[in-house]
Structures are given as C-alpha cells and as structure tokens.
C-alpha cells in the first residue's frame, strides 16, 4: 500500500524515525543499518512495507531498496516476524544476510539474537533459491570468504582437476566440514573426484 515516502525528517531515534510529508507526520520503525545511513533533520526518501496485523498497522522504513526486499523475504518465514526480521537487518547488513543464506551459513544466522537452530535452518531452506535468483548472487561466489577453500582448489588444479567439478565438490565438503583445513578439505575432495 505504502511503497515509499519522502519528507523531512525530524525525529530520529535508533529504532523509530518520523517523517513529516506535507503536514502528516509518519512514524517508521527502522533496523540500525538504516538508522546510520540517515542525515539529520533533511529532506529524505525511504523505501517502505506496511505490516498489518489485527492489533496494529506498523510502518517499516528502509534506506535501500535491497534492505527492503531482504525484509520481505524474511519475514516470509514461517517463525520469522517484523520484529525479529528488522533485528536481523539491525545486527547484519542485507548483504551479509543474502550471502549467510546463499552459503547456508547458520552459525551467522542463529546468531541472531531471536533465532534458534530450527529457525535458521527454516530460513536458508525457504529462502536460498530465491536469494540466489533474485540478487543473482553466484553459487560459486558464496564461499569467498573462505581462503582455505581458495588454496584446496589450487592445489587440485595443479593435481590436474578440472576447476569446474572441483569446486562443486570442494563446496559439498564444506558444506559438511566448514571448519575443515586446508589438507583436510583436499584429502575429502580426493575422495570424491
């Protein structure tokens, strides 16, 4: 219904805002990525979802387009509400978010204050394939945080592996032994190549 709204703000606090549009004054309720993202007291454009429940009608405020889509889709969640969506987004960027979900990182994602094991299992069943299509976030890309991973594929290369296939299963041994070393990631890969 309400998609987006701009005005001058003048109320910020870390978890509200109210943005005065011609006259009438809109209380958004904001995560604390949006909250360090805003100017004081100027002319500002948020992106917005309004969430209606029987006992009340809440403005969501979000600086980017991407945070937004990035509360949609969590708050799809069956276990996942506005509240505890918006303290996703307050301690993990929307892209750090995507990136847990796309490479079924659920220790980032439980820590979350709210989220227990079922839950953020739920959340990267739910929500990985559409993360994947909709940001186009590479498969591939979804480890690249992890330099072990970097150094197994070199290794299997020069072993005289194909790159493609290698990763995939240097991928699938990760998926099952995240903490694996270097050596141990090649010995489980070697196996299965």
Same mark, same amino acid.
Request: proline share 3%; hydrophobic share 40%; charged share 20%.
């Given at each position: 219904?309400i998609?987006q709204?701009?005005g001058?703000?003048?109320?910020k606090?870390?978890?509200?805002?109210?943005?005065?549009?011609?006259?009438?004054?809109?209380?958004?309720?904001?995560?604390?990525?949006?909250?360090?993202?805003?100017? $004081?007291?100027?002319?500002v *454009? %948020?992106? &917005?979802?309004?969430?209606?429940?029987?006992?009340?009608? +809440?403005l969501f405020?979000?600086?980017?387009k991407?945070?937004?889509e990035?509360?949609?889709?969590?708050?799809?969640?069956?276990?996942?509400?506005?509240?505890?969506?918006?303290?996703?987004?307050?301690?993990?960027t929307?892209e750090?978010?995507?990136?847990?979900?796309?490479?079924?990182?659920?220790?980032?994602?439980?820590?979350?204050?709210?989220?227990?094991?079922?839950?953020?299992?739920?959340?990267?069943? $739910?929500?990985?394939?559409k *993360? %994947?299509? &909709?940001f186009?976030i590479?498969?591939v890309?979804?480890? +690249?945080?992890n330099?072990?991973?970097?150094?197994?594929?070199?290794a299997l290369?020069?072993?005289?592996?194909?790159?493609?296939q290698?990763d995939?299963?240097?991928?699938?041994?990760?998926k099952?032994?995240?903490?694996?070393?270097?050596?141990?990631?090649i010995?489980?890969?070697l196996?299965?190549?």
């Open positions: 219904m998609t709204i701009r001058k703000l003048i109320e606090n870390p978890t509200e805002i109210v943005v005065d549009c011609n006259g009438v004054g809109y209380l958004l309720h904001i995560s604390l990525n949006t909250f360090s993202s805003l100017p $004081d007291n100027e002319a *454009i %948020l992106y &917005t979802h309004l969430s209606i429940r029987e006992d009340a009608h +809440t405020g979000f600086f980017t991407t945070e937004r990035v509360f949609k889709l969590l708050i799809s969640v069956s276990g996942v509400g506005p509240s505890i969506a918006r303290t996703m987004l307050s301690s993990k929307a750090e978010i995507q990136h847990a979900i796309a490479s079924e990182n659920i220790p980032l994602i439980q820590s979350v204050k709210g989220i227990g094991a079922k839950t953020a299992q739920r959340v990267i069943v $739910d929500l990985k394939d *993360i %994947l299509k &909709t186009n590479d498969k890309s979804t480890f +690249t945080n330099t072990n991973k970097d150094e197994a594929l070199s290369e020069v072993l005289g592996f194909n790159k493609k290698s995939k299963v240097v991928s699938m041994v990760l099952n032994n995240p903490d694996a070393s270097v050596e141990n990631l010995k489980l890969s196996k299965n190549l």
